[in-house]
């Protein structure tokens, strides 16, 4: 597609639940990164897949947090045993070079 | 370690007047720098960026911003604001030595436009 596509577009679970974050990014592009945006906050780095590299895991809050890219195209971030502190939009980005960051529209979670 | 410092929460502007959205950075080296603009319940889309060259640089939506390097500054500007431009603006940096790593974000200003 033309766009970073994020799906769902919103999301919300129950506290101890797992759920799934889906990121499609621009065809072609070879890193992806995953932020999180919390209520006042700014963005704060996840993760970080570039090519076939081991991503760069450094900025996941805890273990319940994962994330995989498949073929080097689709992302997914998978957040365990949800909490309620989790609630927050998960911001998809892809980019070909140093300076062509295109975001997705997100995924709002809510945890109740 | 980089930085991004965006010194205004918030930023209040009479419809017509000039707007500027002030952000200052530290990086190691040479910066890549962005402008991102947020509108309610929806990503962040690309305002302008700087890269090399010509210290100011061009945008959408009329927007404009000036490198200035002595200063470590990249303060967002306009000449006239539109109600429209009310929103959550996000200055960014990437240092250009450490290749495609994630975007260090400063917390955001909201822009609040007054007809």
């Known amino acids: 597609g033309a766009g970073v596509s994020q799906s769902p577009s919103n999301k919300v679970t129950e506290k101890g639940k797992d759920v799934e974050l889906r990121c499609d990014p621009i065809?072609?592009?070879?890193?992806l990164y995953w932020y999180r945006q919390s209520l006042g906050q700014g963005l704060e780095f996840l993760i970080y897949?570039?090519?076939?590299?081991?991503?760069?895991k450094s900025g996941l809050p805890s273990d319940r947090f994962s994330a995989e890219r498949t073929g080097g195209s689709v992302s997914t971030l998978t957040i365990q045993r949800t909490q309620q502190e989790d609630s927050a939009v998960y911001l998809c980005?892809?980019?070909?070079?140093?300076?062509?960051?295109?975001f997705g529209s997100g995924t709002r979670l809510t945890v109740v | 370690a980089q930085s991004v410092a965006q010194p205004e929460d918030q930023v209040n502007v009479a419809e017509g007047n000039p707007l500027t959205v002030k952000c200052t950075y530290s990086?190691?080296?040479?910066?890549?720098l962005f402008w991102y603009v947020q509108y309610p319940n929806r990503g962040l889309q690309f305002l302008l960026k700087?890269?090399?060259?010509?210290?100011l640089v061009k945008g959408s939506y009329g927007f404009e911003a000036e490198f200035n390097k002595s200063q470590t500054s990249f303060h967002l500007k306009k000449p006239s604001a539109l109600v429209s431009d009310s929103a959550l603006y996000f200055c960014?940096?990437?240092?250009?030595?450490?290749?495609?790593?994630?975007?260090?974000f400063g917390k955001g200003t909201r822009l609040s436009v007054i007809a």
């Open positions: 980005a892809s980019s070909l070079d140093l300076g062509s960051d295109t």
């Open positions: 960014a940096v990437r240092a250009s030595s450490s290749g495609n790593t994630p975007l260090v």
């Open positions: 990086v190691s080296g040479n910066p890549y």
């Open positions: 897949f570039q090519g076939n590299s081991a991503p760069d």
């Open positions: 065809s072609g592009h070879t890193a």
């Open positions: 700087y890269i090399t060259g010509d210290n």
